[in-house]
């Protein structure tokens, strides 16, 4: 017990000693600290120590890491989609780490991406980098020609739109010199060049034409297009009277179905005497 209350008397000697080296070391500091106006700094003084920057915390990063997450949480088609859209925006050579950074889009984290990324017809992957892999691959004008010149029943617009980045650009500067004829069809993906050959079609049509054309109203119904078909000696490739007929007996026959469906009584029904009362009608207590 002695040897404690020694010890104790030791620290506070010790704690009384710090406390007063420390106040004669702050009284000195401030006798010999020059005096100087406020804002002024004498010459010879060291200049500040810069201050550090924060580091970035977790909280200013959310966003991307979230962003990240999504990514490859989703679905592997839109995982792909991503890539290719990349891809065919870069049209060169990109490794994994390279798409990942563009796109947050782990490559050889997933083997299921990997796999469909690889046996995917619009990529192409060589000497470890993916390539946007077109169907038809061309350079510039001249080849665009010479592929349209082979298809001697025309070529699809679609086919070729995304053999290079300016391939609908030189299509049209073709098609304004006279080198291609583009026909349009009811949407963009029927639209078709032809190679405008030797003897190539100019045909002005005059503006009373086109207005003339532009004011005939087609009918709307399919029925009525038959009919005036039929009335010109064509004969029409559909038959919109027996389509929906047939149409009209599959959907009666569907709803025939559907109704003896609700009526049939379940296998794992519960019968009891509420279902069934017939059963006790002829029944005395």
């Known amino acids: 017990m002695a040897l404690n209350e020694r010890l104790d008397k030791f620290k506070q000697q010790q704690e009384r000693c710090q ?31 810069k201050k550090t920057l924060q580091p970035v915390k977790f909280s200013d990063d959310t966003e991307r890491l979230l962003r990240i997450n999504s990514i490859r949480k989703s679905t592997v088609g839109s995982q792909i989609k991503l890539v290719i859209e990349l891809l ?15 796109t947050y889009v782990d490559i050889h984290g997933n083997k299921d991406v990997f796999d469909s990324l690889r046996n995917n017809p619009k990529v192409k992957l060589e000497g470890g980098r993916f390539f946007y892999k077109p169907k038809h691959v061309m350079n510039g004008r001249d080849q665009l020609l010479s592929l349209i010149k082979e298809k001697t029943d025309g070529i699809a617009v679609e086919e070729i739109k995304d053999a290079y980045p300016t391939v609908l650009e030189d299509l049209q500067a073709l098609k304004a010199s006279g080198d291609v004829l583009w026909l349009s069809g009811s949407n963009s993906q029927e639209d078709t060049a032809y190679f405008n050959g030797e003897h190539r079609v100019r045909i002005t049509i005059d503006d009373d ?22 009335k010109s000696g064509e004969k029409p490739l559909t038959d919109t009277a027996k389509r929906r007929a047939l149409a009209q007996m599959h959907g009666a026959a569907s709803k025939s179905k559907a109704r003896k469906k609700q009526r049939g009584i379940r296998k794992n029904a519960r019968l009891t005497n509420h279902h069934l009362p017939e059963l006790f009608e002829n029944m005395t207590t």
């Open 19 to 49: 406390t007063t080296l420390s106040s004669i070391a702050a009284s000195q500091a401030s006798i010999l600290r020059p005096k100087v106006a406020p804002g002024i700094r004498p010459a010879n003084a060291p200049f500040p120590p």
């Open 88 to 102: 065919y925006k870069e049209r060169k050579g990109l490794t994994a780490e390279q798409i990942n950074e563009a």
């Open 209 to 230: 034409l086109k207005k003339l054309y532009r004011e005939i109203e087609l009918p709307r119904d399919m029925l009525d297009i038959e009919k005036e078909l039929k």
